[in-house]
Protein backbone atom coordinates (compact mmCIF):
# COMPACT_ATOMS: atom_id res chain seq x y z
CA UNK A 1 0.00 0.00 0.00
CA UNK A 2 1.86 3.29 -1.34
CA UNK A 3 1.52 5.83 1.95
CA UNK A 4 2.43 8.76 -0.42
CA UNK A 5 -0.10 8.98 -4.01
CA UNK A 6 0.38 11.97 -5.95
CA UNK A 7 -1.69 12.76 -9.00
CA UNK A 8 -2.18 14.29 -12.52
CA UNK A 9 -5.51 14.52 -13.16
CA UNK A 10 -5.32 15.18 -16.41
CA UNK A 11 -8.06 14.52 -19.13
CA UNK A 12 -11.34 17.18 -18.72
CA UNK A 13 -11.02 19.27 -21.36
CA UNK A 14 -11.37 16.17 -23.96
CA UNK A 15 -13.62 14.30 -21.77
CA UNK A 16 -16.19 17.31 -22.10
CA UNK A 17 -15.38 17.49 -26.25
CA UNK A 18 -16.10 13.93 -26.65
CA UNK A 19 -19.61 14.67 -25.45
CA UNK A 20 -19.62 18.15 -27.38
CA UNK A 21 -20.08 19.44 -24.08
CA UNK A 22 -17.72 23.10 -23.29
CA UNK A 23 -14.21 22.20 -21.54
CA UNK A 24 -15.60 23.64 -17.99
CA UNK A 25 -18.23 20.72 -17.81
CA UNK A 26 -15.16 18.37 -17.53
CA UNK A 27 -13.16 20.25 -15.03
CA UNK A 28 -17.02 20.25 -12.96
CA UNK A 29 -17.14 16.50 -13.68
CA UNK A 30 -13.34 15.78 -12.33
CA UNK A 31 -14.03 17.67 -9.39
CA UNK A 32 -16.90 14.87 -8.42
CA UNK A 33 -14.07 12.53 -9.51
CA UNK A 34 -11.84 13.96 -6.87
CA UNK A 35 -13.87 13.56 -4.30
CA UNK A 36 -14.38 10.13 -5.30
CA UNK A 37 -10.50 9.30 -4.98
CA UNK A 38 -10.31 11.59 -1.67
CA UNK A 39 -12.80 9.25 0.13
CA UNK A 40 -10.94 6.04 -1.63
CA UNK A 41 -7.85 7.14 -0.30
CA UNK A 42 -8.88 7.61 3.12
CA UNK A 43 -10.50 4.66 3.52
CA UNK A 44 -7.69 2.35 2.25
CA UNK A 45 -5.85 4.35 4.78
CA UNK A 46 -3.12 6.15 2.34
CA UNK A 47 -1.39 8.77 4.58
CA UNK A 48 -0.89 11.37 1.90
CA UNK A 49 -2.85 12.37 -1.64
CA UNK A 50 -1.01 15.48 -3.81
CA UNK A 51 -3.15 16.24 -6.58
CA UNK A 52 -2.19 18.67 -9.17
CA UNK A 53 -4.81 21.19 -9.83
CA UNK A 54 -3.18 23.87 -11.58
CA UNK A 55 0.05 24.08 -12.73
CA UNK A 56 2.04 27.38 -13.12
CA UNK A 57 1.81 27.08 -16.75
CA UNK A 58 -2.20 26.48 -17.05
CA UNK A 59 -2.46 30.67 -17.10
CA UNK A 60 -1.66 30.45 -20.55
CA UNK A 61 -5.64 29.01 -20.86
CA UNK A 62 -8.05 31.14 -22.46
CA UNK A 63 -9.15 34.13 -19.50
CA UNK A 64 -12.50 32.26 -19.41
CA UNK A 65 -11.46 29.01 -18.80
CA UNK A 66 -8.91 30.25 -16.04
CA UNK A 67 -11.55 32.45 -14.62
CA UNK A 68 -14.12 29.12 -14.36
CA UNK A 69 -11.48 26.99 -12.80
CA UNK A 70 -10.73 29.66 -10.47
CA UNK A 71 -14.32 30.25 -9.38
CA UNK A 72 -14.77 26.36 -9.57
CA UNK A 73 -11.57 26.32 -6.71
CA UNK A 74 -13.24 29.01 -4.53
CA UNK A 75 -16.97 26.87 -4.82
CA UNK A 76 -15.51 23.84 -3.64
CA UNK A 77 -13.46 25.04 -1.05
CA UNK A 78 -16.84 26.51 0.20
CA UNK A 79 -18.90 23.34 -0.78
CA UNK A 80 -16.40 20.75 0.82
CA UNK A 81 -14.94 22.27 3.72
CA UNK A 82 -17.19 20.59 6.30
CA UNK A 83 -16.97 17.68 4.39
CA UNK A 84 -13.49 17.22 4.41
CA UNK A 85 -13.37 18.07 8.22
CA UNK A 86 -15.73 15.63 9.20
CA UNK A 87 -13.89 12.98 7.35
CA UNK A 88 -11.04 13.87 9.76
CA UNK A 89 -8.95 15.04 6.43
CA UNK A 90 -6.20 17.94 6.46
CA UNK A 91 -6.41 20.18 3.91
CA UNK A 92 -2.78 21.89 2.82
CA UNK A 93 -2.46 23.90 -0.55
CA UNK A 94 1.10 24.19 -2.11
CA UNK A 95 1.69 26.50 -5.04
CA UNK A 96 2.25 30.59 -5.62
CA UNK A 97 -0.92 31.37 -3.58
CA UNK A 98 -0.22 35.29 -3.86
CA UNK A 99 -1.37 34.86 -7.97
CA UNK A 100 -5.35 33.97 -6.36
CA UNK A 101 -7.88 36.76 -5.60
CA UNK A 102 -7.68 37.66 -1.55
CA UNK A 103 -11.11 35.71 -1.44
CA UNK A 104 -9.60 32.27 -2.79
CA UNK A 105 -6.36 33.54 -0.79
CA UNK A 106 -8.26 33.63 2.30
CA UNK A 107 -11.24 31.17 1.68
CA UNK A 108 -7.76 28.41 0.87
CA UNK A 109 -6.34 29.64 4.91
CA UNK A 110 -9.45 29.30 6.10
CA UNK A 111 -10.19 25.54 5.09
CA UNK A 112 -6.33 25.30 6.06
CA UNK A 113 -6.91 26.38 9.20
CA UNK A 114 -10.10 24.76 9.99
CA UNK A 115 -8.95 21.26 8.86
CA UNK A 116 -5.26 21.59 10.70
CA UNK A 117 -5.52 19.49 13.76
CA UNK A 118 -7.52 16.78 11.45
CA UNK A 119 -5.06 13.43 11.94
CA UNK A 120 -6.89 11.29 8.94
CA UNK A 121 -5.47 11.84 5.35
CA UNK A 122 -3.44 14.80 4.44
CA UNK A 123 -4.63 15.89 1.25
CA UNK A 124 -2.65 18.16 -0.75
CA UNK A 125 -3.57 20.46 -3.44
CA UNK A 126 -1.10 21.79 -5.84
CA UNK A 127 -2.64 25.00 -7.51
CA UNK A 128 -0.49 27.39 -9.11
CA UNK A 129 2.21 24.97 -8.68
CA UNK A 130 5.57 24.13 -10.66
CA UNK A 131 8.24 21.51 -9.69
CA UNK A 132 11.04 24.08 -10.85
CA UNK A 133 9.32 27.04 -8.78
CA UNK A 134 9.56 25.35 -5.97
CA UNK A 135 13.01 23.75 -5.89
CA UNK A 136 14.27 27.82 -7.10
CA UNK A 137 12.03 29.06 -3.62
CA UNK A 138 13.69 26.69 -1.55
CA UNK A 139 17.74 27.61 -2.52
CA UNK A 140 16.11 31.40 -1.88
CA UNK A 141 14.62 29.99 1.56
CA UNK A 142 17.34 28.05 2.21
CA UNK A 143 20.10 31.09 1.57
CA UNK A 144 17.77 33.64 3.56
CA UNK A 145 17.82 31.27 6.34
CA UNK A 146 21.56 30.13 6.06
CA UNK A 147 22.66 33.85 6.52
CA UNK A 148 20.36 35.32 8.78
CA UNK A 149 20.84 32.16 11.10
CA UNK A 150 24.44 31.94 10.74
CA UNK A 151 25.11 28.47 9.78
CA UNK A 152 26.98 26.91 6.57
CA UNK A 153 24.67 26.10 3.53
CA UNK A 154 25.87 22.63 3.68
CA UNK A 155 24.83 22.24 6.62
CA UNK A 156 21.13 23.02 5.38
CA UNK A 157 19.09 20.33 3.07
CA UNK A 158 16.96 21.08 0.23
CA UNK A 159 14.08 19.14 1.18
CA UNK A 160 13.48 20.82 4.12
CA UNK A 161 12.73 23.74 2.27
CA UNK A 162 10.50 22.58 -0.33
CA UNK A 163 6.74 23.44 -0.51
CA UNK A 164 6.43 19.33 1.02
CA UNK A 165 8.54 20.09 3.67
CA UNK A 166 8.66 17.20 6.20
CA UNK A 167 6.13 14.85 4.36
CA UNK A 168 7.13 11.67 2.93
CA UNK A 169 7.77 11.65 -0.79
CA UNK A 170 5.35 10.26 -3.32
CA UNK A 171 5.76 6.10 -3.80
CA UNK A 172 3.20 6.42 -6.35
CA UNK A 173 2.27 8.47 -8.81
CA UNK A 174 -0.34 8.52 -11.48
CA UNK A 175 -1.32 10.61 -14.34
CA UNK A 176 -4.52 10.29 -16.52
CA UNK A 177 -5.68 11.18 -19.82
CA UNK A 178 -2.82 9.33 -21.84
CA UNK A 179 -0.19 12.03 -21.87
CA UNK A 180 3.62 10.59 -20.57
CA UNK A 181 5.34 13.64 -18.91
CA UNK A 182 5.94 15.28 -15.55
CA UNK A 183 4.17 18.64 -16.96
CA UNK A 184 6.65 20.70 -13.92
CA UNK A 185 4.40 18.57 -11.21
CA UNK A 186 6.66 17.66 -8.21
CA UNK A 187 10.09 17.37 -10.16
CA UNK A 188 12.08 16.61 -7.11
CA UNK A 189 9.88 14.51 -4.57
CA UNK A 190 9.26 11.84 -7.38
CA UNK A 191 12.67 10.98 -7.95
CA UNK A 192 11.75 7.54 -6.90
CA UNK A 193 8.20 6.87 -7.42
CA UNK A 194 6.52 4.38 -9.02
CA UNK A 195 5.00 5.76 -12.03
CA UNK A 196 1.83 4.69 -13.75
CA UNK A 197 0.15 6.27 -16.96
CA UNK A 198 -3.42 5.73 -17.51
CA UNK A 199 -5.60 6.61 -20.85
CA UNK A 200 -8.71 7.08 -18.62
CA UNK A 201 -9.84 10.47 -18.56
CA UNK A 202 -9.60 12.02 -15.17
CA UNK A 203 -13.50 12.27 -15.25
CA UNK A 204 -14.11 8.70 -15.77
CA UNK A 205 -10.78 7.79 -12.68
CA UNK A 206 -13.04 5.93 -10.39
CA UNK A 207 -12.46 3.59 -7.31
CA UNK A 208 -11.54 0.15 -9.76
CA UNK A 209 -9.28 3.05 -11.91
CA UNK A 210 -7.46 3.82 -8.15
CA UNK A 211 -7.44 0.26 -7.62
CA UNK A 212 -5.69 -1.27 -10.75
CA UNK A 213 -3.00 1.61 -10.46
CA UNK A 214 -2.52 0.05 -6.03
CA UNK A 215 -2.13 -3.18 -8.09
CA UNK A 216 0.26 -2.33 -10.36
CA UNK A 217 2.24 -0.56 -7.43
CA UNK A 218 2.14 -4.04 -5.43
CA UNK A 219 3.55 -5.54 -8.37
CA UNK A 220 6.83 -3.78 -8.09
CA UNK A 221 9.82 -3.83 -6.90
CA UNK A 222 11.22 -0.30 -5.27
CA UNK A 223 15.48 -0.59 -5.32
CA UNK A 224 16.37 2.55 -4.55
CA UNK A 225 19.65 1.81 -6.34
CA UNK A 226 19.89 -1.87 -4.98
CA UNK A 227 20.13 -5.11 -6.58
CA UNK A 228 16.82 -7.15 -6.88
CA UNK A 229 18.96 -9.87 -4.72
CA UNK A 230 20.03 -7.57 -2.10
CA UNK A 231 15.99 -7.16 -1.68
CA UNK A 232 14.80 -10.68 -1.86
CA UNK A 233 17.79 -11.91 0.41
CA UNK A 234 17.94 -9.39 3.18
C1 LIG B 1 -6.67 18.84 -16.48
O1 LIG B 1 -7.46 18.60 -17.59
C2 LIG B 1 -7.22 19.94 -15.62
C3 LIG B 1 -6.41 21.17 -15.60
C4 LIG B 1 -5.27 21.36 -16.20
C5 LIG B 1 -6.94 22.26 -14.80
P1 LIG B 1 -7.23 19.39 -18.95
O2 LIG B 1 -8.04 20.62 -18.92
O3 LIG B 1 -5.79 19.59 -19.19
O4 LIG B 1 -7.83 18.37 -19.99
P2 LIG B 1 -7.28 18.05 -21.44
O5 LIG B 1 -5.85 17.63 -21.30
O6 LIG B 1 -7.39 19.32 -22.23
O7 LIG B 1 -8.15 16.97 -21.95
C1 LIG C 1 -1.04 19.25 -16.08
O1 LIG C 1 -1.94 19.08 -17.13
C2 LIG C 1 -1.59 20.19 -15.06
C3 LIG C 1 -2.78 19.73 -14.33
C4 LIG C 1 -3.38 18.59 -14.45
C5 LIG C 1 -3.26 20.66 -13.36
P1 LIG C 1 -1.82 19.94 -18.47
O2 LIG C 1 -2.92 19.49 -19.34
O3 LIG C 1 -1.74 21.38 -18.17
O4 LIG C 1 -0.41 19.46 -19.04
P2 LIG C 1 0.18 19.56 -20.51
O5 LIG C 1 -0.03 20.97 -20.95
O6 LIG C 1 -0.60 18.62 -21.37
O7 LIG C 1 1.60 19.16 -20.39
MG1 LIG D 1 -4.37 18.49 -20.18
Not at 149 to 168: C, H, M, R
Amino acid sequence: MPRHIAIIMDGNGRWATQRNKPRTAGHKAGVSALRTTIEACATYGVDVLTVFAFSSENWRRPDQEVSMLMELFLLTLKNQAKRLHKNNIRLKIIGEKTKFSESLQSKMQEVEQLTSDNTGLLLIIAANYGGQWDIEQACLQMMSYASKENVSLSDLKVDDFLSTAGIPEPDLFIRTGGEHRISNFLLWQLAYSELYFTDTLWPDFDKDALDLAMTHYSSRQRRFGQTGEQLTHG
